[in-house]
């Protein structure tokens, strides 16, 4: 599985930002994407996951509200559509699969298969 993410920037608090995770190579239909992040000095954490068997979606408590995840099939992407911006949303942020658990979610990094290598998301006060 390849995983590529693009989408970062600099952006001022209160702004957007849309993140895509444009992934391929997968052995089945069945798979999880997350979003995941990690700023400096800090461990990675998830903040949205989606299932691709039932589109069921898991939310960091801190984003919900704010940020939604989906899949984009015109292109072929997971994205993460980022409002209402924060300082604290500081960080690299990673897209990652586990492939073979139908209508599954989970946040947590260790769980995940396969990486991207992340972009930057800079959010300015």
């Known amino acids: 599985v390849q995983l590529v993410e693009s989408g970062g920037g600099l952006v001022q608090a209160g702004g957007s930002l849309r993140l895509s995770c444009a992934a391929s190579?997968?052995?089945?239909?069945?798979?999880?994407i997350g979003w995941f992040r990690q700023a400096p000095g800090k461990e990675r954490e998830g903040v949205a996951c989606i299932s691709s068997t039932d589109d069921s979606t898991l939310y960091r408590s801190s984003v919900e509200g704010r940020f939604t995840i989906f899949r984009d099939f015109a292109g072929n992407t997971v994205d993460l559509q980022m409002n209402s911006l924060k300082p604290e949303d500081t960080a690299i942020y990673f897209c990652?699969?586990?492939?073979?658990?139908?209508?599954?979610?989970?946040?947590?990094?260790?769980?995940?298969?396969?990486w991207g290598l992340g972009t930057q998301v800079t959010v300015s006060s």
């Open positions: 190579g997968f052995a089945s239909d069945v798979y999880a």
């Open positions: 990652a699969v586990v492939e073979g658990l139908p209508n599954w979610n989970s946040l947590d990094p260790s769980l995940y298969d396969y």
